[in-house]
């Protein structure tokens, strides 16, 4: 983990409430897919923590969905710095991922499977995604992951764009070695329930202090008590116990 001092270099939006932002500084504490952000806010308490969308050495691309408060607040930001920890939590173990992984992202899910699908095909990997939405207008990034050369397939509940449904509707026929998920919990269970062989989650979870001191991100796990912003925010499917 490091904090450092990072400058605004872009904030746009993508859809009505989902923004990019990039942030020029020291990202060299972020090595793996998975990991996320933890951003202090002029006015407010606790730090908002944000996944990775895209990383190199010299900025940090974020996606973010404006929910409430503080990222209300970074919306308007049209440049400036941001005090930023970075670095946090465990990424995906790519080792396992086989000849033909499958990425699944719903809603604010999607970013961390970019940098993920990334590194998985410049190993060569022949790289499947789903994308999930509520309907089409809140579609963002299908051509990103394009370029990349993976195999996109994108499904909105009210089937407004592609396959309609939700992503265990576009999970049911296709073939792949091993799968990697992020998204809200529902969601997750659905996938854990639909899935055809081992794979990795990334939970999001309210946090405190992001880096594991407060506690405050716990959950059950087959191998005792686990911290979502430290031991996770990745979990294998294996180890997971779903709370009724």
Same mark, same amino acid.
Not at 87 to 98: C, I, R, T, V, W
Not at 163 to 173: P, Q, R
């Given at each position: 983990?490091?904090?450092?001092?990072f400058?605004?270099?872009?904030?746009?939006?993508?859809?009505?409430?989902?923004?990019?932002?990039?942030?020029?500084?020291?990202?060299?504490?972020?090595?793996?897919?998975?990991?996320?952000?933890?951003?202090?806010?002029?006015?407010?308490?606790?730090?908002?923590?944000?996944?990775?969308?895209?990383?190199?050495e010299?900025?940090?691309?974020?996606?973010?969905?404006?929910?409430?408060?503080?990222?209300?607040?970074?919306?308007s930001?049209?440049?400036? #710095?941001?005090?930023?920890l970075?670095?946090?939590?465990?990424?995906?173990?790519?080792?396992?991922a086989?000849?033909?992984?499958l990425?699944?992202?719903g809603?604010?899910g999607?970013?961390?499977?970019?940098?993920l699908?990334?590194?998985?095909?410049?190993?060569?990997?022949?790289?499947?995604v789903?994308?999930?939405?509520?309907?089409?207008?809140?579609?963002?990034?299908?051509?990103?992951?394009?370029?990349?050369?993976c195999?996109?397939?994108?499904?909105?509940?009210?089937g407004?764009?592609?396959?309609?449904?939700?992503?265990?509707?576009?999970?049911?026929?296709?073939?792949?070695?091993?799968?990697?998920?992020?998204?809200? #919990?529902p969601m997750?269970?659905a996938?854990?329930? #639909?899935?055809?062989?081992?794979g990795?989650?990334?939970?999001?979870?309210?946090?405190?202090?992001?880096?594991?001191?407060?506690?405050?991100?716990?959950c059950?796990?087959?191998?005792?008590?686990?911290?979502?912003?430290?031991?996770?925010?990745?979990?294998?499917?294996?180890?997971?116990?779903?709370?009724?």
């Amino acid at each position: 983990m490091k904090q450092g001092i990072f400058k605004i270099s872009e904030n746009v939006a993508l859809t009505e409430n989902v923004m990019r932002m990039r942030l020029e500084g020291d990202t060299s504490a972020i090595t793996e897919a998975g990991q996320f952000i933890n951003i202090k806010l002029e006015g407010l308490y606790l730090r908002r923590p944000i996944s990775v969308y895209d990383c190199d050495e010299k900025a940090v691309t974020i996606i973010y969905k404006v929910v409430g408060k503080g990222t209300e607040q970074m919306r308007s930001m049209k440049g400036g #710095e941001l005090d930023v920890l970075t670095g946090l939590g465990n990424g995906y173990d790519l080792s396992k991922a086989g000849d033909k992984p499958l990425l699944i992202g719903g809603g604010v899910g999607v970013p961390p499977m970019y940098l993920l699908a990334k590194k998985l095909r410049a190993m060569g990997k022949d790289v499947s995604v789903i994308l999930g939405f509520n309907t089409e207008s809140e579609v963002f990034c299908e051509e990103d992951f394009k370029a990349l050369g993976c195999k996109v397939t994108v499904a909105t509940a009210d089937g407004s764009y592609g396959v309609k449904g939700f992503v265990t509707n576009a999970m049911k026929d296709m073939e792949y070695s091993y799968f990697y998920t992020c998204g809200p #919990e529902p969601m997750l269970k659905a996938v854990y329930n #639909e899935s055809k062989t081992s794979g990795q989650f990334s939970f999001e979870e309210r946090m405190g202090c992001g880096f594991g001191a407060c506690m405050g991100c716990s959950c059950k796990t087959l191998y005792g008590n686990k911290r979502i912003c430290k031991d996770g925010p990745v979990l294998v499917k294996e180890e997971i116990i779903w709370e009724k």
